[in-house]
């Protein structure tokens, strides 16, 4: 039995918060895997919209680039709430995913990437916000990179981190780098790794 979304009915969707973020308030009910339907509940919705992550690698020198950023939802991480991450924007409406990869790598990092390799789309946290992923892996030259980046008019002060392939790995492994989506990148880098030096 596969259920999709004709199988969920919305009765009511109100807006219980607009401001930076905005979250719905929805009364709905939906199909059971015993038969019949649930009876009409209401959930919080985190509504967030689409993303695009974006791994910078340099397989000439096999390293990564990484923004360093203070992040809100980290303040009580025992390292930091200054985070490891991955280059990193929403979609605009109208934008595609690798006009948004192309945007934000020369907004936060300041440089452009020569081939986009899609990783995957992934729900962030599906329990509660509608937040989707892009991921990617984008390959650069990464020689004269660094520096401080991102928009002023959007509180965003980046610095660039650029290690070696086995130091960013080494962070996964030690907890040091701890957000999602700069963990599912450098796996998936780990495991195409040999492949995409031979692009060097």
Partial sequence: ????????????????????????????RHRMFTGGWSGYFERE?????????????????DCVVLTE????????????????????????????????????TEEEAGCSFNELLPICNYWV??????????????????????GIHGLADENEDIRLARMSFSEAYAAVENGRINNAATIMALQWLYIHHLQLLQKK
């Fill in 1 to 28: 039995m596969a259920f999709d979304r004709n199988d969920v009915e919305v009765a009511a969707r109100d807006v219980a918060f607009n401001g930076f973020f905005r979250i719905e308030k929805i009364r709905l």
């Fill in 45 to 61: 919705l985190f509504e967030r919209g689409e993303a695009v992550c974006v791994l910078l690698f340099d397989p000439q020198r």
């Fill in 69 to 104: 950023q203070f992040r809100i939802g980290a303040l009580a991480d025992e390292h930091s709430p200054w985070l490891l991450e991955l280059v990193a924007g929403m979609v605009e409406p109208g934008e595609s995913y690798a006009e948004v990869a192309r945007r934000e």
């Fill in 125 to 146: 946290s599906p329990g509660g916000t509608s937040e989707r992923v892009q991921l990617y892996c984008a390959l650069i030259d990464s020689e004269g990179v660094g």
